[in-house]
């Protein structure tokens, strides 16, 4: 299904998120979308995202735009630790 540049193909991919996590750790995160190379992944308890291209870069969507940002910095954000 594509909605715009997102692409739901119902197929998650976990690539980019097991570039920095652990499986065990991946399994707090569910795969929302991609949105051409950028995919998002929705934390289950905060519900906050996370969002990596498919080489694992890790970026923040800020109003004025996307910047690439330290993985560890954002992911203590999304579980809440930051």
């Known amino acids: 299904m594509t909605n715009g540049n997102q692409v739901n193909d119902e197929r998650p991919d976990w690539g980019p998120l097991k570039t920095h996590l652990s499986p065990s750790e991946c399994e707090d995160f569910m795969w929302m979308y991609r949105q051409g190379t950028l995919h998002f992944y929705k934390h ?17 969507g800020k109003a004025d735009g996307l ?10 954000r999304v579980i809440g630790q930051a």
Not at 48 to 59: A, N, P, Q, T, V
Not at 67 to 76: A, G
């Open 44 to 60: 289950v308890i905060t519900r906050r995202y996370i969002l990596l291209e498919s080489d694992g870069r890790c970026f923040s």
């Open 67 to 76: 910047r690439m940002i330290d993985f560890e910095q954002e992911y203590l």
